[in-house]
T-cell receptor
């Protein structure tokens, strides 16, 4: 049973370009989460999605960032017009359900570098 | 509670000794806690969890202790091995039903001396 799959693992973008990060949840998981991690810091919650629905995006910047989890295919985190401050590791996670007891499993991350 | 810092707290332990990693959480409403291990360049790996109605939970070589009175969580690793070297994060959940947000602490770097 494959874990949470993220790609690309490393992405370099120039300021002003768009970054697209993809995430396929674990088999049987319908809940997807995106977190961001700056160097030497803990992960910060960004958004929680279920198929075709954004459940909670309270941690996501209002501008330039968007996320989707379509009926078919992976979840996508999209960052438009990237700036240097967007450089970070972006982790996707998935779970079978929500609430305590539904273990959340993380992928290996996508490292975005904005130059 | 959380604080943003440039340097992670570091714990150096001799191989074979026991390690204790501490975490203070901020929200008294948190009802679920998890410890994650993160190796360099990798994602967080689930180690053990505990609900707020428990004080202690044991896994393989690991024990988590929860003291709700002082909002303190600890992770004990028995017979620490070189493969245990990593950054350890505690995470708390206080979002309640309908959402699943984890609030992470800033982490502790464990270095195991062979």
């Amino acid at each position: 049973n494959a874990g949470v799959m993220q790609n690309p693992r490393h992405l370099v973008r120039r300021r002003g370009q768009e970054a697209r990060l993809r995430c396929s949840p674990m088999k049987g998981h319908s809940h997807v989460y995106w977190y961001r991690q700056l160097p030497e810091e803990g992960l910060k919650f960004m958004v929680y999605l279920q198929k075709e629905n954004i459940i909670d995006e309270s941690g996501m910047p209002k501008e330039r960032f968007s996320a989707e989890f379509p009926k078919e295919g992976p979840s996508i985190l999209r960052i438009q017009q990237v700036v240097r401050g967007d450089s970070a590791a972006y982790f996707c996670a998935s779970s079978r359900g929500d609430g305590p007891g539904n273990t959340i499993y993380f992928g290996e991350g996508s490292w975005l570098t904005v130059v | 509670g959380e604080s943003v810092g440039l340097h992670l707290p570091t714990l150096s332990v001799q191989e074979g000794d026991n390690s204790i990693i501490n975490c203070a959480y901020s929200n008294s409403a948190s009802d679920y806690f998890i410890w994650y291990k993160q190796e360099s360049g990798k994602g967080p790996q689930f180690i053990i969890d505990i609900r707020s109605n428990m004080d202690k939970r044991q896994g393989q070589r690991v024990t988590v202790l929860l003291n709700k009175t002082v909002k303190h969580l600890s992770l004990q690793i028995a017979a620490t091995q070189p493969g245990d070297s990593a950054v350890y994060f505690c995470a708390e959940d206080h979002s309640g039903a309908g959402s699943y947000q984890l609030t992470f602490g800033k982490g502790t770097k464990l270095s195991v001396i062979p």
